[in-house]
């Protein structure tokens, strides 16, 4: 999977960042890829993770499930208030790139039926 790897929308596969999909834009001098929560002329904040901890290959039922988890925390959050600013806007980029995708490939697969 590894050979996988391109700019882009990223799945991570471990770490502390295990399951967030993000957009992988650059990396830094340690080789550690620089990941924001949606492309990065809408982001500023920005995590790093390993090579080995991510894969361009995403399958559309972990953009589904993602969007679901996403969803799921930002409700839970409009009750306790207990995510910071800055987090609620780092799901709600990766909400928004989640939602693209999924967008994208109902689009194309639509597409392909007509065609």
Partial sequence: MKDDLNYGP?????GPYKGKIG???DADLDGKLIVYPNISIHCTAYYKVSKSDATSVIPTKCLAD???EIDQKLYENCATENLQPEEEIALLHERILCSDMLTERHLHSMQKFQD
């Fill in 23 to 25: 957009y992988f834009d």
């Fill in 66 to 68: 993602r969007w679901a």
């Fill in 10 to 14: 990223i799945l991570i596969t471990k």
